[in-house]
């Protein structure tokens, strides 16, 4: 059985393992040289390359668009949803009258995308601004994000109708846009227009949303509604965390670096030589001498390096009984809410690589 390598973490990355970009350098490093990846996928059936073209299609079949922004060849939470969800014909036939597919790829084989495709796609990247891959994002005829989500662990059914419920952010938005249009008072005006802002993801609206607030400081000159100090509190609140994430990851570079290091030159080739318990051990000990580890990174770090052992002797009582024992070590951390989600997430694993043919043997 081949055992994928994935971080299994509260937010699927932990904040502070991304944010001191130590997860791109381990996984670039080795690990997802255990993960079997697919090609690029810009051909599948029913899937659109073109923005443009998606929202001409839109507009004339009066659907809303569906962005996938993903990384085809190396983002293993990517593939997983392909497979999962967008290849199945639940969720092609619970789509295919409401949704124009589009998929925005970023693989690292840049010659899988013509040059026009590829810079179609970076400004998509700036305009959207996703927070990580897969970021799937809906979207009016005319290109305007109203909701976003990324991979969920359920299967096609419980994706569509996931779909289905956020699409109604669309006409709870457009129902308070269209009351800001026939209201004659500028307040009036500009309530209309903060409520159909607030249906919609905060992250969302300060992406891509700068006009509808800029129209509402016009309208509202004396925030009686409250909502652009509301805006900027949460600015503020979001820069003062930024710049203490940013002295913390300044801090903890030397270690940072070390860690790394210590990754590539001793727990890497164990992964890729798949002796596991070997592998853990290292970490362990490493972690041992180096109580200044961020817990962050402890649980990354115990999470993805132990499951191995388990994932790959299709082991699920024992793969369980380990997530147990770091929820139990770290009762207070986000981990310990996504207990049953990581259990699932094994499951699904096991089952599906037990389903898998066995490889021909070497003649």
């Known amino acids: ?29 080795g690990l997802l040289a255990l993960v079997t990846l697919t090609p690029a996928f810009a051909d599948r059936e029913g899937w659109t390359a073109d923005f443009d073209a998606a929202k001409k299609q ?68 700036e305009e959207f601004k996703p927070k990580g891959y897969p970021t799937i ?40 846009f269209a009351a800001a249009e026939t209201a004659t008072d500028p307040t009036k005006k500009a309530k209309s227009l903060v409520e159909g802002l607030k249906v919609m993801d905060s992250e969302l609206v300060e992406a891509c949303y700068s006009d509808v607030v800029a129209r509402i ?29 940013e002295e913390a990851r300044k801090a903890a570079a030397p270690a940072i670096k070390a860690l790394q290091e210590f990754m590539q030159a001793k727990v890497m080739p164990l992964m890729q030589a798949k002796d596991f318990d070997k592998a853990y051990t290292e970490v362990q000990d490493y972690l041992k001498a180096n109580a200044g580890v961020p817990e962050d990174i402890k649980i990354d770090l115990t999470l993805n390096v132990g499951l191995p052992r388990f994932i790959e002797k299709g082991d699920v009582e024992a793969a369980n009984k380990f997530v147990d024992e770091i929820i139990a070590k770290y009762p207070n951390h986000p981990v310990a809410k996504q207990g049953d989600k990581i259990k699932q997430q094994i499951k699904a694993h096991i089952e599906q690589a037990k389903a898998q043919p066995a490889a021909p043997k070497p003649e």
């Open 1 to 29: 059985m081949q055992a994928e390598i994935f971080l299994w973490t509260a937010a699927g990355a932990s904040a502070t393992f991304r944010d001191m970009k130590i997860t791109s350098h381990l996984l670039h490093a």
């Open 58 to 125: 839109a507009a004339t079949e009066k659907k809303d668009m569906m962005l996938d922004f993903t990384g085809s060849d190396w983002c293993p939470w990517c593939v997983k949803l392909d497979k999962e969800v967008f290849q199945q014909a639940a969720f092609t036939t619970g789509v295919k009258d409401k949704l124009v597919l589009v998929e925005v790829d970023f693989p690292h084989d840049k010659s899988k995308l013509s040059d026009a495709t590829q810079a179609q796609n970076e400004k998509l990247r």
């Open 217 to 245: 400081g016009d309208l509202d000159k004396d925030d009686s509604t409250g909502y652009l100090k509301e805006m900027k509190e949460a600015k503020a609140k979001k820069e003062a965390a930024a710049a203490a994430q």
């Open 137 to 176: 994002f809906l979207c009016d005829a005319g290109g305007k994000p109203y909701a976003q989500l990324g991979y969920e662990p359920d299967g096609p059914a419980k994706y569509v109708a996931h779909l289905n419920s956020l699409m109604q952010v669309r006409a709870k938005r457009d129902a308070a």
